[in-house]
Structure formats: C-alpha cells, structure tokens
C-alpha cells in the first residue's frame, strides 16, 4: 500500500518536471544572468564585481526613468481597475447571458492585443494623419492635439493606449469575484434594515478590496513592464526603464552599457516581484470568502 502511494507521488513530481524546466530555463536562468550582469564592472576580459552599475541605475535620467515608469503605471493601472470594476459589474448584474459571453470573449481577445499591432492601430486611427483625426478636421474643424489636447506620442498617449488592454483585463480578473458574491448576502443585509450602498461598504466592499488591490498590482506590473508599444509610439524617446534598457542593451547611446542595462533589469525586478507576490496573497484572501 505504501508502495503505491510513493509511486503515485513519484509521478506526480514527475508531471512538474516539464513545468519546473520551463521556470528554470526562462525564468530562473535569466534572472540569475541579470543579477550576474548587474554587478559586473569592466569588460569581459577585465573585470570585477560591484555595485557601480546598480549605483548609476539610480541616479541621474535612469532614476528620473524609474519614477516616470513607476507614475506612469500606477496612474494607468488605477484608471483602468476602476473603468474595469464598472465594466465588469454591469456585465455580470444584467440578465443577458449572451452579452456576457460577447464581454468575456472580447476581454481575453483585447487583453493579449499590444505591442506593434496595437501601437498601429492607434496610429491609423488618432494619429497626426489617423483617418478619425482627418475626418475631424476636415468636417468638423476639430484637432484632437489642439483642441481635445490629445497627444497620442507622448506619455499620456502611451497611457490612452495602455487602457486599450488593462482595462480587459481587469474584467478578466475581477469578474469571477463579482461572481462569488451571494445573493443571500445581499438579501441578509437588506432583511436587517441595510441600504444599498451600506451593503457595499460594509459587506461587498470589504470582500472584494483585497482582490482589487491585487488587481490593481497586476496591471501595475504589466503596465510597468510593457515595452514595444511605447517604443513604437514614441520612437524611443519616452523616459521609462523598459526603452532606457533598450538603449543601453543595444548600444544607441554608448556602447558596453550592457552591465548597466542588466541593472535597470534588476530595478524593475525588485519592484515587480513584491507586487506579484502581493497578488498572489490577496488572491488567497478572497478566494477563502468566494470559494
């Protein structure tokens, strides 16, 4: 008996092989590379560790990098939780199972759309020559940089189009715990003399919090990490840390600032990973409530 249990948990541990190769060979790996690279001074032929890389990723424009990445996200991310919460409660209070489908299966499509795509879609459409921004100013004399004082190659464009796919997948996200709410919930509050917006500060509210903070995370850290679509609306010239990496990795400024891309790699790595966690944790919180 015994012998067939251990056996069962050998094949178990067996199964996780392919997934453990996977977070070793493209996770741990890298990451272990960039913390090598991090701390490596001089060239390969000579050179020594320390933290004169790391020194320089927080100083100067790589710092000033750091904080636009860092605002940049957390403003978009707040927005597009918001916009997301609202989004997905009216989808999921209507009585159209059919629209909640069409939602749902936008959402997922919406939520994997960026990079260049993205960034051409956004062009096409809002850009200085966009066919919207033509038709605008053509028939109605409307310039959307001039009057509606919307720059779509500036930061605050990046962020317009960041929305395109943070708020879908917000609604991915806090969709199942909108869902978990019970009727009966709602029902005991109202029986004890609760108004609609008590039964949302003190009974909804509470539950979801955690799970929206966890939410706002999770878009943080996609926002804080996503590169190509500033670097084609931008051409680059944005400061955040993902194109400053670019810079220094492919030598567009200096050349041999690898090491120093490696560590704003690793600066973005110290913000992310608490944030994941933090996710993971408020995960747990909610679901003992929704289960």
Same mark, same amino acid.
């Given at each position: 008996m015994r012998t067939s249990v251990r056996s069962a948990r050998a094949l178990?541990?067996?199964?996780?092989?392919?997934?453990?190769?996977?977070?070793?060979?493209?996770?741990?790996l890298p990451t272990g590379v960039i913390v090598y690279s991090a701390f490596q001074v001089g060239d390969d032929a000579n050179s020594s560790f320390g933290t004169a890389n790391v020194t320089a990723a927080l100083k100067g424009a790589y710092l000033t990098g750091?904080?636009?990445?860092?605002?940049?996200?957390?403003?978009?991310?707040i927005i597009a939780a918001v916009l997301g919460v609202i989004l997905?409660?009216?989808v999921t209070s209507g009585r159209g199972q059919m629209l909640q489908r069409v939602v749902s299966t936008s959402a997922a499509v919406l939520a994997n759309f960026g990079g260049l795509p993205l960034a051409f879609l956004f062009v096409a459409a809002i850009g200085n020559a966009g066919v919207l921004t033509k038709l605008l100013q053509d028939h109605l004399g409307v310039s959307l940089r001039d009057d509606l004082h919307?720059?779509?190659?500036?930061? #605050?464009?990046?962020?317009?189009?960041?929305?395109?796919?943070? !708020? /879908? @997948?917000?609604? +991915?996200v806090i969709t199942p715990a909108l869902e978990g709410l019970?009727?009966?919930?709602?029902?005991?509050?109202?029986?004890?003399?609760?108004r609609g917006w008590q039964y949302w500060r003190y009974v909804a509210g509470p539950v979801l919090l955690p799970h929206f903070l966890g939410s706002?995370?999770?878009?943080?850290?996609?926002?804080?990490?996503?590169?190509?679509?500033?670097?084609?609306?931008?051409?680059?010239?944005?400061?955040?840390?993902p194109l400053q990496i670019e810079s220094a990795v492919s030598g567009n400024v200096l050349v041999?600032?690898?090491?120093?891309? #490696?560590?704003?790699?690793?600066?973005?790595?110290?913000?992310? !990973? /608490? @944030?994941?966690? +933090?996710?993971?944790?408020?995960?747990?919180?909610?679901?003992?409530?929704?289960?």
């Open positions: 178990g541990w067996l199964g996780l092989v392919p997934f453990l190769g996977y977070v070793g060979v493209f996770f741990l750091l904080k636009n990445s860092v605002v940049l996200s957390l403003v978009v991310a997905a409660y009216a919307l720059d779509l190659y500036s930061q #605050a464009g990046v962020q317009f189009v960041y929305l395109y796919f943070l !708020v /879908p @997948l917000m609604v +991915l019970r009727p009966e919930w709602r029902e005991a509050a109202e029986s004890l003399g609760a706002v995370a999770l878009l943080f850290c996609t926002s804080f990490s996503s590169f190509a679509t500033a670097d084609a609306l931008t051409n680059g010239t944005l400061s955040i840390t041999g600032q690898e090491n120093l891309g #490696a560590a704003m790699a690793l600066n973005m790595i110290v913000v992310v !990973v /608490p @944030l994941t966690l +933090l996710y993971q944790y408020m995960q747990n919180r909610t679901s003992r409530w929704l289960q």
